[in-house]
């Protein structure tokens, strides 16, 4: 059941039931929050508004982050969340390739917490992106993150990767968007002035007034919100092409988004530039996962962004209306979309110095491995050598679905459940699905040191499906 106001532009008061009840999620284990309320969204059909943006001046942002837990504001309505900032996502960080972001961390959250820098090409040690680090309650810590004067253009973001409270830290409100500078420039002359949008997805369950943090049931009823707003609008003329950096920013959901009657031109994906541009009626974004699309203005008109029902194994998301489309104005004529940002950049088979296999399993009470063992910070699980590139198969032996992450080095996906995969561009996250091996291969160049890959839904990463993987050289 799904009310929803009109799109007017007037305040509605809209009660959206993003579920067909009843919880009746099982995250193996957990217990369903089938009596958690939805939150009822104070506004909707308000003009999309791009989060807060802290831009890098003289090749340095500087500042500092409060974690804390606080009133937050989720479409029009003051709810206790876990959050950076008085909204459910962070400030954006805008940046240039080749700056360097310095951000002091305040934890006031009563637990320990972190930041990963999801995408990021930058070096993870020390009090770079290094989620070993674990700042505790009541303190402070300086990351410095120099970023390569090379590092692709794109959308990134910035979470808690604090191991066993991920899921609810980044629920509650921890986690915001990087816009690395430069995409714009890559398109041909009468498109690099276009708009740049960022639509960072995020859901929200609101038991009484406050964020649900300590009983998350990811397939029960939630509100899915854009910028954290409810079903927003978006202006745009007939003809006009837009610049979106689409992200879903949230814990453990999966949109499957896709705009009425129309279709994406998709020149990036997950911070990567394409080398082939390709339409895309959708594009699947499991959590963590970005894409940069091109939008043109259809005639003038209302159309509407939405996800489209997903069924990942063990949860079903719904069809849901994400934001309105409103086609205004004066029609400009449309320029000729591009066929290609970057060269093609393909990592050959001869490059290949290490073959190995990760299977992706769980049992029935909510624990999750990597080859039969759960995440355990002070092993390490693989030593790629530094300088060499590795093809890894990746398999996934449980009945539903696993977002494959890997931090610091992006790969190329080699096949698909035995077929070639036709790669446009690099990524770092990629869906498993059952019984259908993925291949990938990558490079580790020039950062040594330990990091992680692991599975996405931060409810699976929490409960163990988590390795680490040490460059050395
Ligand atoms: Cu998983």
Not at 442 to 457: E, L, N, S
């Amino acid at each position: 059941m799904r009310v929803r106001g009109a799109l007017a532009g007037a305040t509605a008061l809209v009660l959206l039931l993003a579920g067909c009840g009843g919880g009746g999620g099982d995250e193996g284990g957990s217990t369903a929050n089938a009596d958690a309320a939805p939150l009822e969204a104070a506004e909707s059909g308000q003009p999309l508004a791009q989060p807060q943006e802290l831009r890098s001046t003289d090749g340095r942002l500087q500042f500092d982050l409060v974690a804390a837990d606080q009133r937050i504001a989720v479409a029009g309505t003051d709810v206790d969340g876990r959050a950076y900032d008085t909204a459910i996502l962070g400030p954006t960080l805008v940046v240039d390739p080749g700056d360097t972001i310095d951000l002091t961390l305040d934890n006031r959250l009563g637990a320990h917490t972190n930041i990963h820098f999801h995408g990021m090409h930058v070096s993870p040690e020390g009090n770079g992106d290094n989620i070993f680090l674990s700042v505790e309650s009541g303190e402070q810590f300086a990351y410095s993150l120099p970023i390569p004067e090379d590092h692709p253009p794109g959308t990134f973001w910035y979470h808690s990767h604090a191991h066993t409270l991920s899921e609810e830290q980044v629920f509650g409100g921890l986690s915001g968007v990087i816009v690395v500078r430069g995409l714009p420039a890559l398109l041909p002359a009468e498109l690099q002035s276009v708009d740049e949008v960022v639509l960072a997805l995020k859901d929200a369950q609101v038991t009484g007034s406050e964020i649900e943090v300590d009983n998350i049931d990811s397939n029960a009823r939630t509100l899915r919100t854009v910028n954290g707003q409810s079903l927003p609008v978006q202006e745009i003329a007939p003809g006009e092409v837009q610049l979106w950096y689409l992200a879903n920013i949230g814990a453990d959901i999966w949109y499957d988004v896709e705009l009425e009657g129309s279709s994406f031109t998709v020149v990036g994906e997950d911070g990567n530039p394409t080398w082939r541009v390709q339409d895309a009626d959708h594009v699947l974004l499991p959590p963590g996962k970005r894409y940069e699309v091109l939008v043109t203005g259809p005639a003038e008109g209302d159309t509407t962004l939405r996800t489209r029902r997903y069924e990942q194994g063990d949860d079903t998301y719904p069809t849901t209306d994400l934001l309105t489309l409103r086609s205004t104005g004066t029609a400009a004529p449309t320029p000729a979309m591009p066929t290609s940002l970057v060269p093609e950049a393909t990592i050959p088979e001869s490059e290949v110095v290490e073959r190995r296999t990760f299977t992706f399993s769980e049992d029935e009470s909510n624990h999750f491995f990597i080859n039969d063992k759960e995440f355990d910070p002070d092993r390490v699980d693989v030593r790629p050598r530094l300088g060499t590139a590795e093809e890894w198969t990746l398999r996934n032996t449980s009945d539903e679905q696993h977002p494959f992450h890997i931090h610091v080095n992006d790969f190329q996906v080699v096949s698909i459940g035995g077929r070639p995969y036709d790669a446009t561009g690099l990524q770092d996250t990629v869906p498993l699905l059952p019984d259908r091996d993925v291949v990938i291969r990558t490079r580790f160049t020039d950062f040594p040191g330990k990091f992680v890959f692991h599975c996405h839904i931060l409810n699976h990463e929490d409960n163990g499906m988590m390795a680490v993987a040490e460059v050395v050289r």
